[in-house]
């Protein structure tokens, strides 16, 4: 048994966290990042409003024993290019379980009975923790241009829901694509912010996946592995995406990685992506 490991918000990385705690029978340790009480627990209890419906293991650490307690920061690791490969294949048996009923959740009733794709083309937000911006993560939309007519498109990426709102509407255009909260469900329009749980049941409703690492890729590795999933990642950022694909396909799930970095020829990178979905679809 690991230590305890600590989380200090509530996004990718700490769904990650979530599975591994799973993984090594630990708890999770809320100890956000705020100088003064009040903050401190603001913020806990933010976190622990976002991760509860992923994870039944987390601890509220009082302020004035924060840096007193033993943990792991798994995170702190990943990012540091520290963590081994080894964990992995732990991580790959941590199914994480809603702890709560579902049925109250939206329905995205839009997506009922159809063969649902996710595809996440770009980063419009980024915590910039990754080593790698949200630009360098991103990819022009032509290279997705493959999927047009595989399925009904979803789109799965983050965005703002002013500033971005233009930029999501033109892509919803070109791509006929299905945004969540677009047309139904609108409180969960732009995903930033929103909790995960309330993506539940578009997630169940999914066929595949293809698009760049993010939130959604830990929620579907940790929930959802099952669903057939191209990650595609800058190869200068922290994560081994190939080591993690590996240890799911180990347990027999359908994950694979594609690499790309500034060198990358866009049309052969499309190509190759095309040819891996048809493989998995």
């Not at 705020?34 to 650490?61: G, P, R």
């Not at 892509?171 to 909260?181: I, N, Q, R």
Request: with cysteine; hydrophobic share 40%; net charge negative.
């Amino acid at each position: 048994m690991k230590k305890n490991i600590v989380v200090r918000s509530s996004f990718g990385h700490e769904i990650m966290a979530c599975g591994f705690a799973n993984a090594f029978d630990a708890n999770v340790l809320v100890i956000p990042n705020k100088e003064t009480k009040e903050e401190y627990e603001a913020e806990q209890e933010k976190i622990v409003h976002n991760l509860s419906f992923l994870s039944d293991k987390l601890v509220k650490v009082p302020f004035d024993n924060r840096e007193a307690v033993e943990y792991w920061d798994i995170i702190g690791e990943l990012k540091a290019g520290t963590l081994s490969d080894e964990v992995w294949a732990d991580f790959a048996q941590a199914h994480l379980m809603p702890t709560e009923p579902t049925d109250h959740l939206p329905q995205f009733a839009g997506l009922k009975d159809k063969k649902n794709i996710l595809m996440v083309p770009q980063k419009l937000i980024s915590d910039g923790e990754c080593g790698v911006s949200a630009a360098q993560q991103s990819l022009n939309p032509q290279v997705f241009n493959f999927l047009k007519g595989k399925g009904n498109l979803v789109l799965g990426q983050h965005f703002h829901k002013v500033n971005d709102l233009g930029t999501v509407q033109a892509l919803a255009k070109e791509f006929d694509m299905y945004v969540p909260g677009m047309t139904e469900d609108t409180e969960v329009f732009s995903i930033r912010g929103v909790q995960h749980k309330m993506y539940y049941h578009m997630y169940n409703q999914l066929a595949a996946s293809v698009g760049i690492a993010g939130t959604h890729t830990w929620i579907m590795l940790t929930m959802f592995p099952e669903i057939p999933q191209i990650i595609l990642y800058n190869r200068n950022g922290v994560e081994n995406w190939e080591a993690i694909a590996a240890a799911f396909r180990t347990m027999g799930k359908k994950i694979y990685t594609i690499g790309f970095d500034e060198n990358t020829d866009m049309a052969k990178l499309s190509q190759e992506i095309e040819a891996k979905f048809n493989e998995l679809i």
